[in-house]
Nanobody
Framework: VQLVESGGGLVQAGGSLRLSCAAS????????MGWYRQAPGKQRELVAS????????NYADSVKGRFTISRDSAKNTMYLEMNSLKPEDTAVYYC?????????WGQGTQVTVSS
C-alpha cells in the first residue's frame, strides 16, 4: 500500500482546507490511520488518528473542535477537514497507515496559513 496526500495549499487565517490521503490498495484491514504534521525546526507530531471502523478518533488538543478526521474504505481514502485555520497550523502534513508491526508514510503535503 502506497499513500499519497493532496489538498494542501496556502490559505488565510480562519480559512479551511481538506486534505486527502489516497491509498493504492485497500485500507479495509489497516488498523489505524493518522495525520501528522511537522513544522520547520520542530518534531513531527500527531494531529489526529482514526481506527479501522472509523468510530474511534483521537485529536491533538491544539486541533480539537477545528479538525475532523474521517476514512472511506470504499474509496481507500482518509481525509482531514481543517477549519478555522491558524498560522501555527502551518506545517507539512503527512498521513500514516499502521497494521500491526507494518506502517507506511505518505510523502507529505504543505499547508501554509497566512495571518
Amino acid at each position: 500500500v502506497q499513500l499519497v496526500e493532496s489538498g494542501g495549499g496556502l490559505v488565510q487565517a480562519g480559512g479551511s482546507l481538506r486534505l486527502s490521503c489516497a491509498a493504492s490498495g485497500s485500507i479495509f484491514s489497516i488498523n489505524v490511520m493518522g495525520w501528522y504534521r511537522q513544522a520547520p525546526g520542530k518534531q513531527r507530531e500527531l494531529v489526529a488518528s482514526i481506527g479501522s471502523g472509523g468510530g474511534s478518533t483521537n485529536y491533538a488538543d491544539s486541533v480539537k473542535g477545528r479538525f475532523t478526521i474521517s476514512r472511506d474504505s470504499a474509496k481507500n481514502t482518509m481525509y482531514l477537514e481543517m477549519n478555522s485555520l491558524k498560522p501555527e497550523d502551518t506545517a507539512v502534513y503527512y498521513c500514516k497507515a499502521v497494521r500491526g508491526s507494518w506502517y507506511r508514510w505518505g510523502q507529505g503535503t504543505q499547508v501554509t496559513v497566512s495571518s
